[in-house]
């Protein structure tokens, strides 16, 4: 893994792909442990989840439905702390399991609106799972159940994640140089 560069940003090797689909895999049977004999509708947050649900769906070993909504909350490398929902469900999600697939969780803000929507809608119960948790920028006051790795407060980019829609289809992770 050599660094690289997607616009005005320098970005060298943090994870490597191999080491991701191990936590993949283990995240989706911590899952599969908690839902055993039961059929979750997993929601994945759109785009950045797009690569970890990919991978977390194949390594689920039980029968489970999929669902999207797309939110966003960033700009650049910098989270606007104003979320909005761009694409919604459109079906009843009412005394289902769900359970929230998420490329990242840093300030929770945008996790907070979108666990507040789904309450409404009355599920059986509502779980989260995320490749990547910064619990030194977590501002809010919810458990985020399944988590892939922790990590500090640097932007990452890389399978799924994004700067300025650039780095998504890399399998590894890297992280900003500035």
């Given at each position: 893994?050599?660094?690289?560069?997607?616009?005005d940003?320098?970005?060298k090797?943090?994870?490597?792909g191999?080491?991701?689909?191990?936590?993949?895999?283990?995240?989706?049977l911590?899952?599969?442990k908690?839902?055993?004999?039961?059929n979750?509708i997993?929601?994945?947050?759109?785009n950045?989840?797009?690569m970890?649900?990919s991978?977390?769906m194949?390594a689920?070993?039980?029968?489970c439905?999929?669902?999207?909504?797309?939110?966003?909350?960033y700009q650049?490398?910098?989270?606007?702390e104003?979320?909005?929902?761009?694409?919604g469900?459109?079906?009843?999600?009412?005394?289902?399991?769900?359970?929230?697939?998420?490329?990242?969780?840093?300030?929770?803000?945008?996790m907070?609106?979108l666990?507040?929507?789904?309450g409404?809608?009355?599920?059986?119960?509502?779980?989260i799972?995320?490749?990547f948790?910064?619990?030194?920028?977590?501002?809010?006051?919810?458990?985020?159940h399944?988590v892939?790795?922790?990590?500090?407060?640097?932007?990452?980019?890389?399978y799924?994640?994004d700067?300025?829609?650039l780095g998504?289809?890399?399998?590894?992770?890297y992280?900003?140089t500035e």
């Amino acid at each position: 893994m050599a660094n690289i560069r997607l616009n005005d940003k320098t970005f060298k090797p943090y994870i490597s792909g191999v080491d991701i689909l191990k936590q993949v895999e283990r995240v989706s049977l911590e899952i599969a442990k908690d839902y055993t004999g039961k059929n979750p509708i997993f929601i994945v947050v759109l785009n950045g989840a797009f690569m970890f649900a990919s991978d977390l769906m194949k390594a689920y070993p039980f029968n489970c439905e999929i669902s999207f909504v797309k939110l966003a909350s960033y700009q650049g490398t910098e989270t606007s702390e104003k979320v909005k929902q761009l694409i919604g469900l459109n079906h009843s999600i009412e005394g289902r399991d769900i359970v929230i697939i998420e490329d990242i969780v840093d300030t929770g803000i945008t996790m907070s609106d979108l666990l507040a929507d789904l309450g409404e809608r009355k599920p059986s119960s509502i779980r989260i799972a995320t490749l990547f948790f910064k619990p030194k920028a977590f501002q809010k006051d919810y458990d985020v159940h399944y988590v892939g790795f922790e990590i500090g407060n640097e932007f990452i980019v890389g399978y799924g994640l994004d700067y300025d829609q650039l780095g998504r289809n890399l399998k590894d992770i890297y992280i900003i140089t500035e």
